[in-house]
């Protein structure tokens, strides 16, 4: 499900992404030498070992180093960053714009308390205003995504920060893979984790390669990054702020870089958020069923319609919302009870989206909630329980339905 990062392919590929036991728990949060295209070679600094124990920055040091990372682009210019976006593809999406009001409420107006606001909320409780302004300088070049993105192979295996949702991950990918009418195999599962963050060679190679910066500059940022991150504060990286989301990427070819296959990443800390929240035996599962929905849409061409902006992009999310309750609940997908699902949806898809004229928008709580049922109606009162729609045909019934499933619903 997940606040959809959206990508684009061309013409072809359109936007895409995103997407109980009922009490919340009480933790607040779980802790747990190549060469560049241009032939000049990467190498890191000091030490490239991942570190277990951390110390603590003082406050001018942290400011310095956002202060640094801030700067890089002059006032005015495209940052480093949207450039890259700009050729994958890259939309904004909720999810992040869920991080970004915790981190810095006075810039929104919806900042309406919800279980996994509060518990996003209570993660950087301990954090200093300087902490607050370097992971905003961090997550503004948005590392651990880029890296996922153009080099999943060195991503790993394991979903979850200490890999405990690997295995609901994997076994719900194979099933959606055998349940709906597409090329699954050619779709790539790849984890986020904040332990990139600490990765000196990784960071070096994204900012070199990635982003084009001088090798030097890279090897400086890398080491003042991996160090600012190495502190409790931020769980050695491993910080839910740096990996709360999921996207769908229908995969790309960067002339003369790389070629991207069809990917759907999946971060820890939108799946440690509801582990923390009780629903760890749904949360990977329903997250990973909304991605591939886009997938669905990607190969499909369902991304095609007469609706524009903001009216388009809610169609496309809230029919992933329908293909998801309806591959959880069928009797050949993932067969889970019908209220667990809705339990989560209910938390879920509380995360709302307050941009109602943007082009990343998901749709209101109330209509997801209307979308994720109806998918479940579909597989319930199917006259053969064992009969699985082809997709296109699922597809069409969800348009009949749309006007109903936004119809406004205020008192």
């Not at 949207?82 to 939309?91: A, P, S």
């Not at 963050?197 to 982003?211: C, I, N």
């Not at 599962?285 to 991304?303: K, M, P, S």
Request: aromatic content about 10%.
């Amino acid at each position: 499900m997940l606040s959809p990062a959206r990508f684009r392919q061309g013409e072809v590929h359109e936007q895409a992404h995103r997407l109980g036991r009922g009490h919340p728990r009480r933790d607040a949060r779980p802790r747990p030498g190549r060469r560049t295209p241009t032939g000049q070679r990467l190498h890191c600094h000091r030490h490239c070992a991942r570190h277990s124990t951390g110390g603590t920055l003082s406050p001018e040091r942290t400011q310095a180093l956002a202060d640094k990372l801030a700067a890089l682009t002059p006032a005015g210019q495209p940052t480093t960053t949207e450039l890259l976006k700009q050729k994958l593809g890259v939309d904004d999406n909720p999810l992040s714009e869920l991080v970004d009001q915790v981190i810095n409420p006075a810039d929104y107006t919806c900042t309406a308390s919800t279980p996994v606001r509060d518990w996003l909320v209570a993660s950087r409780a301990d954090w200093t205003p300087q902490d607050v302004a370097l992971v905003n300088a961090i997550r503004s070049w948005d590392p651990i995504f880029y890296d996922a993105v153009l080099w999943p192979q060195d991503a790993g295996s394991q979903f979850g920060a200490n890999g405990q949702f690997t295995t609901a991950t994997t076994h719900t990918f194979r099933d959606l893979r055998n349940f709906w009418d597409i090329h699954g195999a050619d779709i790539k599962l790849v984890p986020m984790h904040g332990s990139m963050l600490l990765d000196r060679p990784r960071l070096v190679r994204l900012f070199a390669e990635g982003y084009g910066l001088p090798v030097a500059l890279a090897n400086e940022f890398a080491d003042e990054i991996a160090t600012a991150m190495n502190q409790e504060k931020f769980d050695f990286g491993n910080h839910p702020f740096f990996t709360f989301n999921a996207f769908a990427f229908a995969g790309q070819n960067i002339p003369g870089f790389t070629v991207i296959p069809a990917e759907i990443l999946m971060g820890d800390g939108i799946l440690a958020a509801y582990q923390a929240l009780g629903y760890d035996d749904v949360t990977a599962q329903a997250i990973l069923a909304h991605e591939y929905g886009h997938h669905v849409q990607f190969q499909r061409g369902l991304f095609q319609t007469t609706l524009t902006g903001p009216e388009a992009a809610r169609r496309i999310e809230l029919m992933a919302d329908s293909f998801a309750s309806y591959f959880l609940t069928h009797a050949r997908g993932d067969a889970l009870q019908w209220k667990r699902i809705q339990e989560f949806d209910q938390v879920f898809f509380q995360l709302g989206d307050c941009s109602f004229t943007a082009g990343s928008h998901h749709g209101t709580p109330n209509q997801r909630l209307r979308a994720s049922e109806w998918g479940y109606g579909v597989a319930r009162t199917a006259a053969n329980q064992g009969h699985i729609l082809p997709s296109l045909a699922f597809a069409g019934l969800f348009d009949r339905q749309l006007p109903t499933l936004v119809a406004p619903d205020a008192n």
